[in-house]
């Protein structure tokens, strides 16, 4: 069996902005090409690179000790929980979200009647309770990072997974749950009203969650997928690939 391996990862830049409120990445030389050569025998010579960063940069995998201090860090996550995942993509694009979209992946087709509005941030169980998730990665995609890197994209008005949708993967067993957006859970205080969806999905009961996914995921992916309609959402679950 044959696998494609996708990045799902942003670059990660000197100076770019993850989060409002953490610092930015610091990239720089430790030693560098010319330095180098005062150290070293005529011909031979190497750089070596600092990078100084918070743990919540770029595309990063929040493991059980993000929440739960007697949780596992990623020290003791095992690769193969993350590997080769039979996985589903949930759409719940915005209509502003699409027309961004639509510029940059016109081989991404969203119908009209699969567009949320402003109003609909809240990704629910009802997107999801027909699904079978079970050790499964269960990737949501918004089309929020087509905001990266811009202010809108911490303006507090991203999708986001409620309650209900949270409690549904972690009573499910999802392996994974990966989103585009700012912050799987809302932000609207520091309250985590929806019971704490990093808790639910990435904590104590064996889920991992993946923050700031990159669009890109989905250009590639979605011509791999069987696609079906639902009522203000657009669900696509992989295919095994020996079926095809």
């Known amino acids: 069996m044959s696998h494609t391996l996708i990045d799902l990862s942003h670059t ?7 989060y409002k409120g953490l610092p930015a990445p610091v990239i720089s030389d430790h030693l560098t090409r ?9 011909g031979t010579e190497f750089h070596i690179g600092n990078i100084e960063m ?5 595309t990063y995998l929040d493991s059980p000790f993000h929440r739960y201090e007697e949780g596992k860090d990623l020290a003791g996550l095992p690769l193969d929980s993350l590997a080769y995942l039979e996985g589903i993509v949930v759409r719940h694009v915005g209509g502003a ?15 009209a009647g699969n567009l949320s509005g402003p109003e609909d941030r809240a990704i629910t169980a009802a997107a999801l309770e027909h699904l079978d998730v079970k050790a499964k990665a269960v990737l949501f995609h918004t089309a929020w990072d087509m905001r990266w890197r811009t202010e809108d994209y911490s303006n507090g008005k991203h999708p986001f997974l409620s309650a209900d949708a949270a409690e549904f993967l972690a009573n499910a067993g999802a392996a994974l749950v990966g989103i585009d957006s700012y912050n799987i859970d809302d932000t ?19 889920s991992y969650l993946l923050d700031h996914v990159v669009r890109r995921l989905f250009s590639k992916i979605w011509h791999q997928l069987e696609v079906n309609d639902l009522p203000g959402y657009h669900v696509a679950q992989t295919r095994d690939e020996c079926d095809q």
């Open 34 to 42: 010319e330095a180098s050569r005062a150290l070293y025998a005529p």
């Open 54 to 58: 918070v743990a919540n940069t770029g």
């Open 12 to 18: 990660i830049e000197h100076g770019m902005i993850t």
């Open 188 to 206: 609207a205080d520091g309250r985590r009203v929806q019971l704490c969806v990093n808790c639910l999905s990435a904590g104590a009961r064996g």
């Open 97 to 111: 979200e699409r027309e961004l979209e639509r510029s940059r992946s016109p081989n991404i087709e969203t119908s």
